[in-house]
Nanobody
Framework: QVQPVEAGGRWVQTGDSSRLSCAASGPIFIYYALAWFRQAPGEDREFVSGTNWSALSTNYADSVKGRFTIYRDNAKNTLWLQMNSLQPEDTAVYYC????WGLGSPTATHYDYWGQGTQVTVSS
C-alpha cells in the first residue's frame, strides 16, 4: 500500500502560481492512479485532477481546466499539481489520493489511500 504525503500549500495572491507535491511511500507506486481533491470550508470534497499510472490519461475539473496541470514521476514516487492563475475560489485543503489499478477517476470513493491535506489560501 501507499501512504500519500502532501506538501507545498501556502498563502498566495490572486493570479499567482504555486505547486503542490505528493510523495507516496511504497514499492508499487507505479500501479496506482493518483488524484488531487480539495475541500473548502463548509463544502464537500471535490475532484480537482487525476491521472492513471502512466500519466497518459489525465482529467480535470472544469473549474481548473487550463489553469492546473497534474503530472507524476514514478521513479521518484511523486505527484505534482501545478496551479496557475489562482483565484480566491481555489482556497481549500488539497488532498492527494491513490487508487490501485485505477484510471484517475473523479469519484472520491474509488480511492483507498489519502494524505492529510495541505492548505492553499488565495487572497483577493
Amino acid at each position: 500500500q501507499v501512504q500519500p504525503v502532501e506538501a507545498g500549500g501556502r498563502w498566495v495572491q490572486t493570479g499567482d502560481s504555486s505547486r503542490l507535491s505528493c510523495a507516496a511511500s511504497g514499492p508499487i507506486f507505479i500501479y496506482y492512479a493518483l488524484a488531487w481533491f480539495r475541500q473548502a470550508p463548509g463544502e464537500d470534497r471535490e475532484f480537482v485532477s487525476g491521472t492513471n499510472w502512466s500519466a497518459l490519461s489525465t482529467n480535470y475539473a472544469d473549474s481548473v481546466k487550463g489553469r492546473f496541470t497534474i503530472y507524476r514521476d514514478n521513479a521518484k514516487n511523486t505527484l505534482w499539481l501545478q496551479m496557475n492563475s489562482l483565484q480566491p475560489e481555489d482556497t481549500a485543503v488539497y488532498y492527494c489520493a491513490a487508487d490501485l489499478w485505477g484510471l484517475g477517476s473523479p469519484t472520491a470513493t474509488h480511492y483507498d489511500y489519502w494524505g492529510q491535506g495541505t492548505q492553499v489560501t488565495v487572497s483577493s
